[in-house]
C-alpha cells in the first residue's frame, strides 16, 4: 500500500477549509463544524504529503449528509442530533458506521475516544485511535450525566482500538491509572505548521505590558478565568497602565466573564473581546500580547501554549494542570505557578511585565523548543509510521 487513503475521523471547524471550498464554506455561513486546529492541521498536513484524505466530521446544522469534494479531499459532514448524550451518540456511531463503509479508506486516524473511535473501531478498518484528553479529570470537574456518557464510551474506545496514541504522557498515564489501557500507547502530541508563523515584530522598549488569555468553551470552572481576573486587580495596584486581553466565546463585552468582572469591580484594564477566528487569535498572539497567562487548572496538552511559543511569547500557567508543565519544558521556557491563587498569577505577571529581557529570554527559549518538539512534520511523521505498520499487518 504505497500511498494509502487516509480517513480522518474528528471534530473540526468547517471554516477552516472555506479556502478549498469557497462557495460552501464561505465566512459566516450556516456550516460550523465542531472543535478546533488540532484535526484540521492534521489532515492538511497529511494533504500536503500528497496522501488523498477523506474527513469524517459533524455538524449540527446539517439535516442530512452532506458531501463535499475536492481534488484529493472529500469531507462527509454528518448531523449531530441533540439529544445524543442519551443515545450514547447511537445516531451519530451508526452514521459514521454508514459513511465509512461506503467510503472505505485504507487507514484510518480517529480522534477523541468516543463516538469517532467507537466508529473506526467497528468499521474493521485498520486504524489508530489519538486520546486528546482524561476522561475522568473531565468528570471530575464537571460532574453531570453527559460526562458520565462520554467517560463510559472511552473505556471501549481505549480498550478496542488497534493502536492507540496520546497526546502527552499525562494522558497516556491518566489512561493506565483508570484502567482504560493496559497495553502500549504512543505519545504523539498535537502540532503546528511552522510555515505558519512569522517573527512576531518587536515591542516597544518600555511600554505598558499588554498581557493575553485564550478561553476556548467556557471561562469558568476549569478554565479558571475568575482568578485570572481577580490576579489582574491585584496587579493593576503595581502596573496601572497594564491591559489584558480576554478572547472566546464567554468573552465578549456583553458576555458572562465582563459581567461577572464589572458585577465586582474588576474590569479596569480588561479588553474582552468574545470569540475570534484562530487566524486573527494568532494575529494578536503575534501583535498586540506580550505575555500569555493560562489559568487552566487541567490540560491534556494546550494548542495555546504552543501557538504562544511559536510566536515567541512567554507563558505563564499552572504547575499542577495536567500535561502544561511538559509542555513547556518543566519551567524552561514559561514561568509555572499555583494558578488556584490570585496572587500566585499576580506575582508572576508582574515579574514578567517589569522584565522585559527575562521576557525576550523565555519567548526565544519557547519558540527554539516549540518548534523541535512540536513542528507538525515530526508529528505526521510519527503518524506514517503508524500507518504503514497498521497497513503492512493488514496485508
Not at 469534494?69 to 450514547?88: A, M, Q, V
Not at 480517529?110 to 467497528?122: S, V
Not at 518587536?202 to 493575553?212: D, E, I, L, Q, Y
Not at 459581567?259 to 474588576?266: K, M
Request: charged share 20%; with cysteine.
Amino acid at each position: 500500500m504505497n500511498n494509502p487513503v487516509i480517513g480522518v475521523l474528528g471534530p473540526v471547524l468547517l471554516g477552516d477549509f472555506s479556502d478549498l471550498f469557497p462557495a460552501d464554506l464561505a465566512a459566516g455561513g450556516p456550516l460550523r463544524g465542531l472543535g478546533g486546529p488540532p484535526v484540521h492541521l492534521h489532515t492538511r498536513e497529511l494533504l500536503r504529503r500528497g496522501h488523498r484524505v477523506i474527513l469524517f466530521t459533524f455538524d449540527a446544522g446539517v439535516g442530512a449528509e452532506l458531501v463535499l469534494e475536492t481534488d484529493r479531499l472529500k469531507i462527509c459532514i454528518l448531523p449531530y442530533g441533540r439529544h445524543r448524550g442519551r443515545t450514547c451518540f447511537r445516531q451519530e456511531r451508526l452514521a459514521l458506521l454508514r459513511s465509512l463503509r461506503r467510503e472505505r479508506p485504507d487507514i484510518l486516524s480517529a480522534h477523541w475516544t468516543y463516538e469517532f473511535a467507537l466508529a473506526a473501531i467497528a468499521s474493521g478498518i485498520p486504524h489508530v485511535v489519538t486520546a486528546h484528553d482524561a476522561p475522568w479529570r473531565i468528570l471530575r470537574h464537571n460532574f453531570i450525566p453527559y460526562r458520565m456518557v462520554r467517560t463510559a464510551m472511552a473505556y471501549p474506545a481505549c480498550r478496542g482500538a488497534q493502536r492507540l496514541a496520546a497526546v502527552s504522557p499525562y494522558v497516556a498515564g491518566h489512561l493506565r491509572r483508570f484502567g482504560f489501557r493496559g497495553g502500549a500507547i504512543d505519545i504523539i502530541p498535537n502540532g503546528l505548521p511552522s510555515a505558519l508563523f512569522q517573527a512576531p515584530p518587536p515591542r516597544s522598549p518600555g511600554a505598558a505590558p499588554t498581557f493575553g488569555s485564550l478561553f476556548s468553551g467556557g471561562w469558568e470552572g476549569p478554565k479558571n478565568g475568575s482568578t485570572l481576573i481577580e490576579a489582574f486587580a491585584l496587579l493593576r495596584r503595581e502596573l496601572p497602565q497594564a491591559r489584558l486581553l480576554m478572547i472566546g466565546e464567554q468573552c465578549g463585552p456583553a458576555g458572562p466573564a465582563a459581567s461577572w468582572a464589572r458585577s465586582r469591580g474588576l474590569d479596569a484594564g480588561i479588553v474582552f473581546l468574545g470569540h475570534r477566528t484562530h487566524t486573527d487569535a494568532m494575529a494578536l498572539l503575534g501583535g498586540e500580547i506580550d505575555i500569555l497567562v493560562h489559568p487552566s487548572l487541567e490540560e491534556s496538552f494546550g494548542m495555546t501554549l504552543i501557538e504562544a511559543g511559536f510566536m515567541g511569547l512567554p507563558v505563564i500557567a499552572g504547575q499542577d494542570s495536567g500535561a502544561v508543565p511538559w509542555v513547556l519544558g518543566e519551567g524552561k521556557y514559561g514561568m509555572l505557578v499555583d494558578v488556584r491563587s490570585p496572587a500566585a498569577i499576580a506575582g508572576a505577571m508582574a515579574g514578567l511585565g517589569r522584565n522585559e529581557r527575562q521576557r525576550r529570554q523565555l519567548g526565544e527559549a519557547a519558540r527554539t523548543a516549540v518548534r523541535e518538539r512540536f513542528d507538525i512534520a515530526r508529528t505526521t511523521d510519527l503518524y506514517e509510521e503508524i500507518f504503514a505498520q497498521l497497513a503492512h499487518r493488514h496485508d
